[in-house]
């Protein structure tokens, strides 16, 4: 039904989060909007409080603790890996020099961030992927194939860590327990949570 839909219904461009091989993924919300059921203005664009919280927490210690020429920055980059293919980084850090932006930056990033942090999932994965596990796997592999050294996935809801740094080696965790980040930083997701204010239900 929604699938039929979606063939004679034009959906707006801001309910795109990525494009994946050509493939248009959608954030989570845009089924409301195709059955009618909410409007643009009613689907939620940006994170949840939890979300906005722990990439907040990360990134505040990472610029802290970065050498000064690093750069990390966390506003969904948009990244160019290829024809069709179109994500977003939650956050992206950037060795120094590695980063060249001028007035002309306007497009999508086209250089691979040396590090790239996502925290849970923002799309519906249900028009090209069985599940969002599989959304997650073949986003990784695909920023691996492309050349960043490192992919890491935060999970609030298991309160697990997905750490990537080649096609072979994947090791998850949890997010209590502390894992390189890039160099020699590391980071403790549930410590840093806690140092800056998280409450315990």
Known sequence: ????????????????????????????????FMLGLKTIEEINMGTSKLQYFILGCMLKYLNRT???????????????????????????????GQLKVGFHSVKYEETPPNVIIEVDIKIDESEYFQNEEEYFHKKTEKLLQWGVEKVIWVFSSSRRVLIADN??????????IPFTVIDDIEINVWELLLKNGFVVE
């Open 66 to 96: 970065l050498p000064e020429n690093y750069f990390a920055g966390a506003s969904e980059l948009g990244l160019h890996l290829s024809n069709k293919t179109n994500f977003a980084a939650d956050i992206a850090i950037y060795r120094g």
């Open 167 to 176: 096609l072979q080696k994947w090791e998850f965790n949890s997010w209590d």
């Open 1 to 32: 039904m929604l699938k039929a839909m979606t063939d004679t219904i034009l959906i707006p461009k801001i309910l795109i989060y990525e494009e994946f091989d050509g493939h248009p993924i959608y954030r989570k919300g845009y089924r409301d």
